[in-house]
């Protein structure tokens, strides 16, 4: 039982790594940077 919830997570890990990458590979550095930001600017208020 314990090798069948380990291999999960392994499974489950490597597909997030893979959508990781393929999501920075196919995207532009201009929406990657966008992106990364939008944690540090969610507390901007601008009105």
């Known amino acids: 039982m314990?090798?069948?919830?380990?291999?999960?997570d392994m499974l489950v890990m490597a597909?997030?790594?893979?959508?990781a990458v393929w999501a920075l590979w196919g995207s532009s550095d201009k929406a990657v940077d966008q992106a990364?930001?939008?944690?540090?600017?969610?507390?901007?208020?601008?009105?």
Request: aromatic share 16%.
């Open 2 to 8: 314990i090798w069948f919830l380990f291999l999960g």
């Open 15 to 19: 597909f997030m790594a893979a959508l």
């Open 36 to 47: 990364a930001g939008i944690p540090l600017n969610d507390e901007r208020r601008d009105g």
